[in-house]
């Protein structure tokens, strides 16, 4: 486990390298609005804003010092 | 955009056991390849790899031969990965549109031949609830186990109808989270003499022993018959209401796992008469999942080769016959007795997990217009409209409207959500961005 951390909707989710912002935002736990339903890119509920691009989290490899946050309807 | 690639003989969308397949034969012809994948690594979904690699979980002895027989190809093969880019679609001249999902810029190949292994998207049927937070696929959870080695915390439920609901219950429990119960709509044991007759595939029958037996060492309930009837949000927990010949029964989960079975992800996927020669392989082809699709990514090859040097392309391997009569039999076990209807689906399930789209939605559409075209009920109720394309909706609203316009007539998917590009969503701002930019990685293709 590496201290890598980004944040996500100003949370700091600590992630290993080489995993999906998904996979580190389910394992941080609690309460959040990531919605992960397929984990393949197809079915798009778990569309974040990672920077000024919007990709889905369950693709998008986690990135040191990354800014994401929920997707805004 | 960039400039126009053209250097490129055959572009290969995908990177589980169909892509890998074809470019492993691909790379030992003199031709260019170009081999994309939206993720950061080979193996698609079944073989997605842990992302360290301490972390790994059980899998039947027939799995991980693939995976190494896989790997294997891939470091042998001249074809590097592409990595992180994805087919957006063709334009008129036959050129295709990918975009760089690193640098966020589009590139543009003119291919002679593309091969689509772009694997299966999984059918999940509506149910009141299954929208809400934590419910998630059986695949979508499954791949979550292999990417990190992790179950979700707290309890579980699987539930739906085929083989992949077992394989992820025994998965979950040998990395130490067993699910409460396996909820199963079929009754594939009261088939089961009449189904091992016929099931000449020893390699099936091997795999299903094992998560069975595993289910059965971490006592999970293998609940065949029985379906959920809801599921609803209690204080912090899911509630989720089944019902089988023998009553009903409340589970009180934190996270729900549905399946009802996988169909090819050719959303979108088109046919051409004209340059390029366009060859599907793997269950983007047909759904008949790894085994088949090594095979069949093979063959596609072997077609694809075929087609350059302008000679006429072999027949299909007798292995995918076999495949397909196993997979057959495999569905003819697990068939379920309930198929949800209009009728039996209350008004606020939703229908369209995208826009909202409900039940209620669509009964009134019908009732305002019962011959309504397929088309009419994306364009007018939204269905299918959404990210998602219609790969989480359109075969369901399809069903429903099959029903409802006289059983014998089968709705196809493609007629509600039509058949253009994107075939896949793509950001604005990467079909405008310059890929000549000096931060744009270059694709990594093999040339001759």
Not at chain 1, 25 to 33: E, H, K, V, W
Not at chain 2, 13 to 31: E, F, K, W
Not at chain 2, 146 to 172: H, M
Request: glycine share 10%; proline share 6%.
């Amino acid at each position: 486990m590496t201290s890598q951390t980004f944040t996500f909707d100003g949370r700091t989710i600590a992630f290993n390298k080489g995993e999906t912002l998904a996979a580190a935002i389910l394992r941080a736990g609690g309460s959040t609005p990531l919605a992960y339903f397929c984990g393949i890119g197809s079915c798009q509920s778990c569309l974040v804003w990672c920077g000024e691009r919007r990709v889905e989290a369950c693709l998008t490899l986690a990135t040191s010092g990354a800014i994401v946050s929920s997707a805004n309807e | 955009m960039s400039d126009v690639i053209r250097n490129i003989d055959v572009l290969v969308v995908g990177a589980g056991p169909a892509g890998i397949a074809a470019v492993a034969r691909l790379g030992r012809s003199n031709v260019s390849v170009l081999w994309i994948d939206q993720r950061n690594k080979p193996g698609g979904a079944i073989h997605r790899r842990p992302a360290t690699p301490a972390t790994s979980i059980a899998l039947p002895n027939s799995v991980k031969a693939q995976w190494q027989r896989l790997e294997v190809l891939i470091t042998n093969s001249p074809v590097t990965l592409t990595p992180q880019t994805t087919f957006v679609g063709l334009d008129s001249e036959g050129v295709a549109v990918l975009e760089d999902r690193i640098s966020g810029a589009s590139l543009q190949v003119a291919a002679r031949v593309i091969i689509f292994a772009i694997g299966a998207v999984e059918r999940v049927l509506p149910r009141p609830g299954w929208t809400l937070p934590n419910v998630w696929t059986a695949g979508g959870m499954q791949v979550m186990l292999k990417e990190t080695g992790e179950a979700p915390k707290g309890r579980i439920l699987v539930a739906g109808n085929g083989p992949l609901t077992v394989a992820l219950g025994a998965q979950l429990a040998a990395a130490g989270n067993a699910p409460i119960a396996v909820v199963e709509a079929g009754n594939p044991t009261a088939k089961l003499q009449q189904g091992l007759r016929l099931l000449s595939n020893p390699r099936l029958l091997i795999e299903a022993r094992y998560y069975l037996n595993t289910l059965s060492r971490h006592d999970v309930p293998w609940k065949r018959g029985t379906r959920i009837v809801s599921i609803e949000r209690g204080e912090d927990r899911l509630h989720v209401r089944t019902t089988s010949a023998r009553g009903d029964e409340t589970f009180i989960v934190d996270h729900v796992a549905l399946h009802d079975g996988i169909r090819p992800n050719s959303f979108g996927l088109f046919e051409r008469k004209s340059a390029p020669l366009i060859i599907r392989a793997g269950d983007c082809r047909e759904a008949l999942g790894a085994v088949s699709a090594e095979v069949d990514g093979a063959q596609a090859a072997a077609e694809a080769l075929a087609h350059l040097r302008g000679e006429k392309p072999s027949p299909t391997p007798a292995r995918i016959e076999a495949e397909r009569r196993a997979q057959l039999v495999l569905k003819e076990l697990f068939r379920p007795a309930y198929t949800p209807t209009l009728e039996n689906l209350p008004d606020d399930t939703v229908l369209c997990r995208c826009e909202g789209g409900t039940v209620g939605t669509f009964k009134a559409m019908l009732t305002r217009n019962p011959g309504i075209s397929p088309r009419e009920v994306k364009l007018n109720g939204r269905f299918g409209m959404g990210s998602c394309q219609g790969r989480f909706c359109a075969d369901n609203v399809a069903a429903l409207l099959g029903q409802a316009q006289g059983g014998d007539v089968t709705i196809e998917a493609s007629q509600l959500t039509g058949i253009r590009w994107p075939i896949r969503p793509v950001q604005i701002s990467s079909l405008i961005r310059d890929g000549n930019d000096a931060d744009t990685t270059q694709p990594k293709t093999r040339t001759k």
